[in-house]
């Protein structure tokens, strides 16, 4: 069953930790995205990779960190330098063509609450 | 920066009428993709649009993109509540990442 995993659906941290989100993806997609959803705030970037050990920030990286050291793995680090952390995070991967991105698969996302 | 702009915000019809989301970019877009968002879930993608006046059709959905490749277009026709959800565009521009819109979020009434 191909897809792309999220864990955990529901976390809770207390203010001042670091927490990291997992996402995989068994699709053989090269490329792979970090979003932030807010209320009324539609999808903002924060992260993405194209290729494994390399990665760019996206519009709202600041107090986000994330790595790519296999292809099928993309975690995201909320450090304690996020001033705003609680929100709905989803993860997402396609395929790179030469005309450019193609059509994005998300995860089923991960609704972080910092207390 | 770039910017993908949406509207409406929030629409909500009963169940028979039609509806239109409409998304407009301050630049020239390499494509546009429309994702469909039921409550609770994720973004699934429905469609992209390449080329200058394209127009495509998914059952009672129709997708329009700008002749000047700088605005887009998702109407459904008569509107079933299975439709709920919120609709987001996505543009490409090249060398970059998509940019999605804020999203119009559909709600429909039987």
């Known amino acids: 069953d191909g897809g792309i995993t999220q864990s955990p659906k529901y976390l809770f941290r207390k203010e001042g930790q670091n927490v990291t989100l997992s996402c995989e993806q068994n699709l053989n997609h090269d490329a792979m995205y970090w979003y932030r959803q807010d209320p009324g705030q539609g999808l903002r970037l924060i992260y993405y990779s194209q290729i494994v050990n390399d990665f760019q920030k996206g519009d709202i990286a600041e107090g986000y960190s994330v790595s790519r050291e296999k292809k099928e793995s993309f975690p995201l680090t909320v450090t304690s330098a996020q001033k705003n952390p609680t929100a709905f995070y989803l993860c997402a991967s396609s395929i790179v063509g030469t005309s450019g991105n193609y059509e994005q698969y998300f995860g089923p996302g991960t609704r972080l609450t910092v207390t | 920066g770039q910017q993908v702009m949406q509207i409406p915000q929030y629409q909500h019809v009963q169940e028979g009428e039609d509806f239109t989301t409409y998304c407009n970019s301050s630049?020239?877009?390499?494509?546009i993709q429309w994702y469909k968002q039921r409550p609770g879930g994720h973004p699934v993608f429905l469609i992209q649009l390449v080329k200058s006046g394209e127009v495509k059709k998914q059952k009672r959905l129709t997708f329009q993109f700008g002749e000047a490749k700088k605005n887009s277009s998702l109407h459904i026709t008569a509107t079933q509540t299975t439709d709920v959800g919120t609709y987001f565009c996505a543009g490409l521009q090249a060398g970059t990442a998509l940019i999605f819109g804020k999203g119009t979020t559909l709600s429909v009434s039987s």
């Open positions: 630049t020239t877009l390499s494509n």
